[in-house]
């Protein structure tokens, strides 16, 4: 979910030697050493698509909010509404607005009781997002902990739970009726977060867990047959599942409602008054959010310019499908662009034609 910050001083997560066993090819990412293949990008996507994958997602932030008032803060700081979780373990995504209603973060949030949540930041962010967080908390009896002494794996594909099950047998009682979008605190297991979330568009869990067990869980993993996989593969599989990746398809300067992202914005309870509320009640949507599919030869990338008839919009994301065998791309058009409409992309001074489709292109191994 996060762009990379060149700013940021690069660091390592606890299965950095982890990576270097399995010969991770190392890059900086959002501040960290982060692995971007082990070997094949391609052969990693379609691990994931047709058996199971993991990622190393330690760099991303995880935060505990305890508080008898951690439900009215989290419905005032996000747009969409913690109220409705009722379920323990359930998860909500969200988008953090600031006061001009653009996206500082989208994030998920683990619901465990009324006064006790986990929310989980991108890595690139991580800093920004507390310090927001923590200016908003006047007022407010709650507390906010960092909790850089956890790690996360996610485990993703339509193999993924049994094989992690394979792995860890004593997990699977507890996990194995989870819903999607849900988790489960495993007391025995040092209070293992498993989670049935991710970011791929596939089936799995995201575990979390003491940053001192993690190398034992990875190889563990490894051995019952998961392919280590990188970051390149996890951008493949996260577009063509149509999931936003923050500071290129949405930032500080872009609404949700310009980012396809207006489903995660909970207007039902006028009175909730959420922070950016006031002004995406007022705000015109000259923008939609589409998906993009190559018809002539070439690769669609962020920032190119897409022309339609009814104006210009940009290409926010885009990359050659390894599930379709073309390139595919999500974009900002302008409002009214009709699904099946033929645009044309601007690419090294030709114009290229691309069909305008939904933005989700694979699902659960299948093309959409």
Sequence with gaps: MSHPNPAAAP?????????LACHGKMVDFAGWEMPIN?????DEHHAVRNDAGM?????????DLTGADATRWLRHLLANDVAKLTTPGKALYSCMLNDEAGVIDDLIVYYFSADHFRIVVNAGTADKDIAWM?????????????????????VQGPNAREKFWQAFPDTRTHTESLMVFQGAILADRKNWLVARTGYTGEDGFEITLPA?????VW???VDAGIKPCGLGARDTLRLEAGMNLYGQD????????????????????????????????TRRCDYQFSGLLMLDRGVLRAHQKVITLLGEGEITSGTFSPSLNQSI????????????????????????????????????????
């Design 219 to 221: 190889q563990a993993l």
């Design 55 to 63: 990622f190393d997602v330690s760099h991303m932030c995880a935060l």
């Design 38 to 42: 082990y070997g094949s990008q391609i």
């Design 134 to 154: 923590q200016s908003h908390l006047t007022g407010f009896d709650c507390a906010l902990k960092v909790r850089r002494d956890l790690a996360m794996i996610a």
């Design 250 to 281: 949405m930032d500080e300067t872009v609404s949700p409602y310009d980012a396809g992202l207006k489903w995660t914005v909970d207007t039902k309870d006028a009175a909730r008054n959420f922070i950016g509320q006031l002004v995406l009640a």
């Design 212 to 216: 001192d067990e993690v190398a034992v």
């Design 11 to 19: 660091q390592r997560t606890p299965l950095f030697e982890s990576h």
């Design 329 to 368: 791309a999500l974009a900002r058009l302008p409002a009214g662009v009709a699904i099946g409409t033929e645009v044309e992309v601007e690419i090294r001074d030709k114009k290229l034609k691309a069909r305008v489709v939904k933005p989700s292109f694979v699902r659960h191994g299948k093309p959409v």
